[in-house]
Every structure is written in structure tokens, then in C-alpha cells.
């Protein structure tokens, strides 16, 4: 978390001169994730207590639409996003083995909301915002799940709870999961 804020302070200085210039009281807005709430705040943080400027953190976006086309209106200074979600759902990209670089997509992210929607993206915080699937303790030790690829056979037996943003996304959401490790899950025990 301190290299976080550190690289986050170090974009934010960087960028010191236009902001103040330009106003006093800047707008930030977040989706309805812990994670972005975190990093939003993070963000306010810094900004108002090494710019100086009041900074006003909007979340609990229901949808990362409602977020871009608060942007869009110019209803907020700064969002904070997911690079992979903008790719496949505002650019309407499909993941496929070409598109699995991190760094290739935030590229092509970066190059078309520039071009589209007169927006930058400043660089990545640095670390990855992985779906991952838990189980009970006494499940993984019964049946010694360590990877994804042990719950081949299980996961009939199990029930898979998720939320609609991981169902629907293509390419490397759940169909995709259940493809890349032969997984098919059940209605429960």
C-alpha cells in the first residue's frame, strides 16, 4: 500500500501544475467496489494535502457506463477504473490471446479514450485486480484444493456464487474460467 501511494503522489505531483492552475476543487469518481472506494480516497488524500485543492469523492457508481458518461459530461475531474472492464465493455473489445497483455491493453485503452473522448489515463497503481474463487476451509483440506484446476470434477457438486460484472464479461470472465480449467458447476450439494 505505501508503494501504491507513493507511485499515486509521485503521478499526482507530476501533474501539479495544470490541476491548480486550472481550479481549486476537483472531482473524483468511483464504482460500487471496495477496492476503487479504497483507491479513490487514496487519491483524495494526496491531492488535497499536496496540491491543496478541496477534492469531493463521488462512489458507489452502480455501472462503469453511468461512471464514463458522468466523465463524458464533464461532471467529474478524475474516475478511477478498471483498464480490463473499459477494454471489453465502453470499447466493446473481446479478450482474446492477442489482448492478454496488461500492457497492450492499457495501451490501447489509453490511445483510443484520448482519441474518442479527449481523456488520459494516467499510469496503472501497479497491481492487479484478480477475480479469485474461496471455499471453505474444511473443503479445501478434505479435498486438498489448492488450484483452480482441482476443483475439476468438484465443482459439479458446488455452487458458484458471483457477481453479474464477472457472469457476463467475455473473454475472461466465467464462461471463459469454466473453459480454461474444464470446470462445471452444479446447483449445490
Same mark, same amino acid.
Given at each position: 500500500?505505501?508503494?501504491?501511494?507513493?507511485?499515486?503522489?509521485?503521478?499526482?505531483?507530476?501533474?501539479?501544475?495544470?490541476?491548480?492552475?486550472?481550479?481549486?476543487?476537483?472531482?473524483?469518481?468511483?464504482?460500487?467496489?471496495?477496492?476503487?472506494?479504497?483507491?479513490?480516497?487514496?487519491?483524495?488524500?494526496?491531492?488535497?494535502?499536496?496540491?491543496?485543492? &478541496?477534492?469531493?469523492?463521488?462512489?458507489?457508481?452502480?455501472? /462503469?457506463? %453511468?461512471?464514463?458518461?458522468?466523465? *463524458?459530461?464533464? #461532471? !467529474?475531474?478524475?474516475?478511477?477504473?478498471?483498464?480490463?472492464?473499459?477494454?471489453?465493455?465502453?470499447?466493446?473489445?473481446?479478450?482474446?490471446?492477442?489482448?492478454?497483455?496488461?500492457?497492450?491493453?492499457?495501451?490501447?485503452?489509453?490511445?483510443?479514450?484520448?482519441?474518442?473522448?479527449?481523456?488520459?489515463?494516467?499510469?496503472?497503481?501497479?497491481?492487479?485486480?484478480?477475480?479469485?474463487?474461496?471455499?471453505?476451509?474444511?473443503?479445501?483440506? &478434505?479435498?486438498?484444493?489448492?488450484?483452480?484446476?482441482?476443483? /475439476?470434477? %468438484?465443482?459439479?457438486?458446488?455452487? *458458484?456464487?458471483? #457477481? !453479474?460484472?464477472?457472469?457476463?464479461?467475455?473473454?475472461?470472465?466465467?464462461?471463459?474460467?469454466?473453459?480454461?480449467?474444464?470446470?462445471?458447476?452444479?446447483?449445490?450439494?
Amino acid at each position: 500500500m505505501r508503494r501504491l501511494m507513493i507511485a499515486a503522489l509521485v503521478v499526482l505531483l507530476l501533474a501539479a501544475p495544470t490541476v491548480t492552475a486550472r481550479t481549486e476543487r476537483l472531482t473524483i469518481l468511483s464504482t460500487n467496489f471496495s477496492e476503487v472506494h479504497i483507491l479513490g480516497e487514496a487519491v483524495k488524500i494526496l491531492l488535497q494535502e499536496n496540491l491543496g485543492v &478541496e477534492v469531493e469523492h463521488i462512489k458507489d457508481f452502480s455501472a /462503469q457506463l %453511468l461512471l464514463h458518461n458522468a466523465m *463524458l459530461a464533464g #461532471d !467529474a475531474d478524475a474516475a478511477i477504473y478498471h483498464t480490463g472492464t473499459q477494454f471489453t465493455g465502453v470499447l466493446g473489445m473481446e479478450v482474446t490471446d492477442e489482448w492478454k497483455d496488461r500492457e497492450k491493453v492499457f495501451a490501447y485503452v489509453n490511445e483510443q479514450y484520448n482519441e474518442r473522448f479527449e481523456t488520459t489515463w494516467l499510469k496503472p497503481f501497479g497491481f492487479n485486480s484478480t477475480y479469485a474463487i474461496t471455499v471453505r476451509k474444511e473443503l479445501a483440506e &478434505e479435498h486438498n484444493l489448492k488450484t483452480m484446476s482441482d476443483l /475439476q470434477g %468438484l465443482s459439479e457438486t458446488m455452487t *458458484l456464487g458471483m #457477481d !453479474a460484472v464477472f457472469r457476463d464479461r467475455p473473454g475472461d470472465g466465467y464462461e471463459a474460467m469454466n473453459e480454461m480449467y474444464g470446470l462445471k458447476w452444479g446447483a449445490g450439494r
